[in-house]
């Protein structure tokens, strides 16, 4: 979910130093701290992968996009014995903790791109998916370059196949439903990091922290900013209605929203 800037290639190393617990406990932190963004994460992970069921079958070939700590995957392979993903990011730290807790996973593979980079496919190692999957990520890219990227992913996902993204798209149109549901959902997170809850600076603080994931959150810090500090992405939001628009623009038959919150939504666009 950070992509911007250069094409840039980092392998992320280390992850053998630590015993599969420990990566399991990073990948189980991850998910809590995203969920104190996202109290209805799961519900929107059970709605794709019913999705991903009901249109390519039960032994599907995933492409997780901007995979992070590979929570999409990891869900993937524990619903479907018979699936196989590939998990694409350019981000050092959440690629370690990603490969590290799938080591002994011969079903998942982890790839190092970069999406604004028109020749990211080229490192894939399959030529099309039956679906393609991402999760709060793609909001980090601007407008045009998200656009650019579902002209790419239409190439990538076969004929068919599915590609979904679960994320931030804000409808204009309703202003005062908008910040009452952005009231209740400031005071649930204030409640519950009084309660112990990590926000995003918190869970970075303590990967800087980790001896085995110093080295590549540097590098990381180095591609995006430093989260501790505050950075911020200049990437921006668009309506479901823009999703839909745009996918059917560059080759998707079909295209709807299936699931949404107040300020989240699940766009699905069939090829």
Request: glycine letters at 8%; proline letters at 5%.
């Amino acid at each position: 979910m950070r992509h911007g800037g250069g094409a840039v290639t980092i392998e992320a190393t280390g992850h053998r130093n630590a015993r599969p617990s420990e990566w399991q406990a990073w990948q189980d932190s991850w998910d809590r701290q995203q969920e104190w963004y996202l109290p209805d994460r799961e519900e929107r992970f059970r709605v794709m992968l019913d999705m991903v069921e009901a249109l390519v079958g039960t032994a599907p070939r995933v492409l997780d996009l901007a995979c992070g700590t590979g929570s999409i995957s990891d869900r993937v392979l524990k619903r479907f014995p018979k699936a196989e993903t590939t998990g694409v990011d350019l981000d050092p730290a959440l690629l370690t903790i990603a490969r590290g807790h799938f080591e002994d996973e011969p079903r998942a593979t982890f790839v190092t791109a970069d999406l604004t980079d028109p020749a990211w496919p080229d490192r894939l190692p399959h030529r099309s998916y039956d679906a393609v999957l991402t999760a709060t990520a793609l909001h980090w890219l601007r407008t045009d370059a998200l656009s650019a990227l579902y002209g790419r992913l239409a190439g990538v996902v076969r004929e068919g196949g599915v590609f979904m993204n679960a994320d931030h798209m804000p409808d204009e149109t309703t202003p005062r439903i908008d910040e009452a549901a952005g009231a209740f959902d400031r005071a649930r997170r204030e409640a519950a990091k009084e309660a112990g809850a990590q926000d995003w600076v918190d869970w970075w603080q303590r990967v800087a922290d980790d001896e085995r994931l110093a080295g590549a959150a540097a590098e990381r810090f180095g591609i995006f900013g430093n989260p501790i500090e505050g950075d911020h992405s200049d990437g921006e939001v668009q309506s479901v209605a823009w999703h839909v628009r745009t996918l059917r623009e560059h080759g998707f038959a079909e295209a709807k929203a299936v699931w949404c919150a107040p300020a989240d939504a699940l766009v699905l666009g069939l090829r």
